[in-house]
């Protein structure tokens, strides 16, 4: 079967990474050829995706001449972003080559305004041609499904949900072809990694943050200011390393840069330490190592789910609440909503929580992790 991966931002985003490499992990029959029509193509080469997909660019430059004339005149006239997503994504099924399924990967795309409309377009053009589309692994804002959405999403052959609030907000809305299914980057392969003199194995505690982050607080700089009383607080009462580990890399949108201002501040310390970029099964590696991790983006608290380490999630969106709360029974203790905070000390004492609670959640994971996981053998009946 002749497979295509589209709404893919790029691997420099290693959550996207992840999603491509363990689609292809999970779906790969023998003889099964993938194609990966990626926003970021110079990405996927640098993190050597084209080792198992082919890869090739989404988008082009907008016309020129007097197919660029008429585009120009009809976003005068119509002011429809849609038009200007025909453009650029218009040879997009050419490149693709003869497809037997298209699976919309991305995970998290209906969670933002406008991405529905841009892969549309890619989902119209894939239709047009007889292609099947699934949308993969989703997660939406429950107050984001209204009656255009819905529309939308009823041209996909299924849909697969990773969590439990997307899907009962699907069902309500009337969608029927559901099925709840894990994430599947908690498959994702795991590469070990020499370790350096700082990492201490099983006593460094792993931190992720993500500079969006900040648009969701109420309290402007709060987020921060609880990760600085952290880890002044891990320095002085334990004898815990810190990893300070990058999760995305995009030049918009690059975690080394809010990292590296903590690292500024705590650098006088042999104790402290950033992780540098790498793929996103040695980021798991490195994840994997870790005695606990308190995490801000989706798929660098997956890779400690699935390799049971003590997690706490520093929550922006339904993805964080939903996956936890079907992985745990609650998001209680698990998942610190980043709109909540209101002093520099809630994300300290939720870690607290989690260390007292270290046995516990270890022991927890040792008996449901690989029931939960289990979810993922569905796959096998659906692609």
Not at 23 to 31: A, G, H, I, Q, S
Not at 63 to 80: A, E, N, S
Not at 223 to 238: G, H, K, P, S
Not at 261 to 277: A, H, M, N, P, V
């Amino acid at each position: 079967m002749r497979i295509s991966l589209y709404a893919h931002g790029g691997s420099a985003n290693h959550g996207c990474e992840a999603l491509v490499r363990s689609t292809v992990l999970l779906t790969k029959k023998e003889n099964d050829e993938f194609t990966l029509l990626s926003e970021r193509p110079e990405e996927d080469f640098y993190y050597k995706l084209n080792e198992i997909v082919r890869i090739e660019s989404s988008h082009d430059p907008l016309p020129q001449g007097l197919r660029g004339l008429i585009y120009k005149i009809q976003m005068k006239i119509k002011h429809d972003e849609r038009i200007f997503y025909r453009n650029i994504y218009r040879n997009s099924i050419q490149k693709a080559g003869k497809t037997d399924l298209a699976i919309a990967i991305g995970g998290d795309n209906y969670c933002y305004k406008g991405f529905a409309e841009r892969f549309g377009v890619i989902d119209d053009m894939f239709l047009s041609h007889g292609t099947p589309c699934i949308l993969w692994g989703c997660s939406i804002d429950p107050y984001r499904i209204d009656n255009n959405l819905v529309r939308s999403l009823k041209k996909y052959s299924f849909i697969t949900s990773r969590e439990s609030i997307t899907y009962n907000a699907l069902k309500a809305a009337g969608l029927k072809k559901l099925y709840l299914i894990p994430d599947t980057a908690f498959r994702l392969n795991s590469i070990s990694n020499e370790l350096s003199d700082n990492f201490d194995f099983q006593n460094t505690i792993g931190i992720n943050l993500s500079p969006l982050i900040s648009r969701y607080e109420k309290k402007m700089g709060i987020t921060l200011a609880n990760y600085e009383y952290l880890i002044r607080f891990i320095l002085r009462n334990t004898t815990c390393k810190i990893a300070l580990i990058p999760h995305v890399v995009w030049s918009h949108n690059d975690d080394r840069l809010i990292l590296g201002q903590l690292y500024e501040k705590f650098k006088g310390s042999d104790r402290i330490f950033i992780i540098q970029d790498c793929n996103a099964m040695r980021l798991k590696g490195y994840i994997s190592r870790c005695r606990f991790l308190v995490a801000a983006r989706t798929h660098a608290s997956i890779a400690g789910y699935s390799t049971q380490v003590p997690t706490l999630v520093v929550g922006y969106s339904v993805k964080a609440v939903g996956i936890a709360s079907d992985l745990f029974g609650t998001a209680k203790n698990y998942v610190l909503p980043v709109d909540s905070l209101s002093r520099k000390e809630e994300l300290t004492e939720a870690f607290v929580w989690l260390m007292n609670n270290e046995e516990k959640i270890r022991n927890y994971y040792s008996q449901n992790i690989s029931n939960y996981i289990s979810g993922l053998d569905l796959i096998d009946e659906l692609v």
